[in-house]
């Protein structure tokens, strides 16, 4: 089973600050990069989408690809209580059918 | 444009029953993908149907089966349940399945007693 490792948190950072979250993954063939926001008891819902090396910006969103590296992380800039979720890092891949392969999720905390 | 829908969003089972759960995708969305979270494992992929055919499979036991009918609403089944099987329902529609976002509904809550 290929891996897709996340840092579990929680992480705590203060309002108006900048939240980094990362993830690792083990398949080199993995080709598309998606970040989900869970909020407790919710579904998950995208936040980015990312399929090629560099950044990628939305808003307040940035999600960064290292493909090299296997490397895929998420800056939230100017956090809010309301960004307070687990972040679910996905990938997925040709070879095994496009399913997505989901990290455990890192806690968010956004404190006021 | 209608987000995924599920049904029931709550259900309550007990052991050795079985269950079937629902999906409607979004509209012109034609691949349908099933996915179980638990507290302990989280999100696994199940399966993933597009024009009606199984294409791909998770590592579940055979209880699990689903299948997909011509307006790509899909349907999963769990047969003889088991205290386990207590999770989140998750399903995700897609275009074509073949790498592009994946959509969740708000999936179903299912309690096997």
């Known amino acids: 089973q290929k891996e897709v490792e996340q840092n579990s948190g929680p992480l705590s950072v203060p309002e108006g600050a900048i939240a980094s979250l990362n993830c690792t993954y083990s398949?080199?063939?993995?080709?598309?990069f998606f970040w989900y926001r869970q909020y407790s008891g919710k579904s998950p819902e995208l936040i980015m989408s990312i399929y090629s090396n560099g950044d990628k910006e939305d808003g307040r969103f940035t999600a960064q690809l290292n493909k090299a590296s296997q490397y895929v992380s998420l800056l939230i800039r100017d956090s809010q209580p309301s960004d307070s979720a687990t972040y679910l890092c996905a990938v997925n891949a040709q070879g095994t059918g496009y399913a997505l392969n989901f990290g455990k999720g890192t806690s968010l905390l956004v404190t006021p | 444009k209608a987000g995924v829908t599920q049904t029931p969003r709550y259900l309550i089972k007990t052991r050795g029953q079985q269950v079937t759960l629902s999906c409607s995708p979004i509209s012109g969305h034609r691949s349908v993908s099933w996915y179980q979270q638990t507290p302990g494992q989280g999100l696994q992929f199940l399966f993933e149907?597009?024009?009606?055919?199984?294409?791909n499979k998770g590592n579940f036991p055979g209880r699990f089966s689903g299948r997909q009918f011509s307006n790509s609403r899909s349907e999963m089944n769990v047969s003889t349940l088991e205290l386990g099987d207590s999770a989140l329902y998750l399903c995700?529609?897609?275009?074509?399945?073949?790498?592009?976002?994946?959509?969740f509904g708000p999936g179903t809550r299912l309690l096997v007693l």
């Open positions: 149907y597009f024009s009606e055919t199984q294409r």
């Open positions: 398949d080199r063939g993995s080709q598309s």
């Open positions: 995700a529609s897609s275009l074509t399945g073949m790498g592009e976002t994946q959509y």
